[in-house]
């Protein structure tokens, strides 16, 4: 190692902006995480107050940074919609601070190095083609299940944007035209159907309906307190509710992404987000569901495999935008 890279070593800061919370991190070439900390984001204040509220958390990771650490630019997750080309944010139901809002532009006007702004499960997506569980493959499809169901399409290393930006919003194609409505507006959307607390919901009903079950004891006796996590747990052991509910949920799976393989034939498909890591012992029972569900007459070729960051995710993909 020569002097010179001994002295210094190239970084991005990445940031990810929630409803209520910032995620900050320091996040070097080879896709680590170096430094991370968390503040809260002020949503429901004026323009200023939410970019106040950015500033303070790249500030706060920038604490953290040493003589060795260069920064080469700031990369951000915020909810959309959003416009990636201009970095300028429209109009998110979460962050009514903010309507056409020119996030890049003010955190560059700051800070004068490269910014650029994207939804978090596009970035994330690229995070894992650069650094994660798709490196090395060409097409790839990346849905994070956790309290909804965000989706990224990444062809070449480029995110695939669509016309405006808005392209990549798989976890709103609707698999049933009478299924439940989902908060987009739309009805049977997959994120209304198979989603954490879709999970937990479809396991609460058959629960409340009197189906014996160790989840009325995991839950203490109350059903509403019944989350995925808990279906999981009690689907390793064997409970005939938590494995009707996860065979349901593995139906639903198999089905959307029969769809997205016929539409897209990535060459990988990569599975993040809370809900996977529980969903992690039963991918090969849900790649079995694929016969009858694509018309693709080789969806066994296509691997599914689980991601490379977890709750990182959202920084070390807004690091991907500029690494
Ligand atoms: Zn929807």
Known sequence: MTYQQVMTQ??????????????????????????SSRS????????????AAVEL???????????????????ICSPGPLDPKTGVVINPPN????RNFPLAESIRNSYRVPVKVENDANAAALAEVKWGAARGYRNVFYLCIGTGIGTGIVFDGVIYHGRTGAAGEGGHMGIDVNGPPCPCGKRGCIEVLASGPAIARRA????????????????????????SEMVGAACTDGDPVARSVVSETLDLLAYWLG???????????????GVSSMLAPYLDEMRQ????ACVNPWPDKIPVLLARYGEDAGVAGAAALLA
């Open 40 to 51: 809260p984001m002020v949503a429901r204040g004026s323009s200023d107050d939410g970019l």
């Open 289 to 292: 569901r694929w016969n009858g």
């Open 10 to 35: 190239e970084c991005v800061v990445g940031i990810d902006i929630g409803g209520t919370k910032i995620a900050a991190g320091i996040v070097d070439r080879q896709g680590q995480v170096l430094a």
């Open 204 to 227: 609460r009903q058959k629960v409340e309906a009197g189906s014996p079950s160790k989840l009325a004891d995991l839950a203490c006796g109350n059903p509403a307190a019944i989350t």
């Open 259 to 273: 769809n997205i393989i016929d539409l897209l034939e990535p060459d990988v498909i990569v599975m993040g987000g």
């Open 57 to 75: 958390a790249i500030k706060s990771v920038l604490t953290q940074k040493t003589s060795s650490h260069e920064i080469q630019g700031i990369g």
């Open 95 to 98: 962050l009514p601070c903010w």
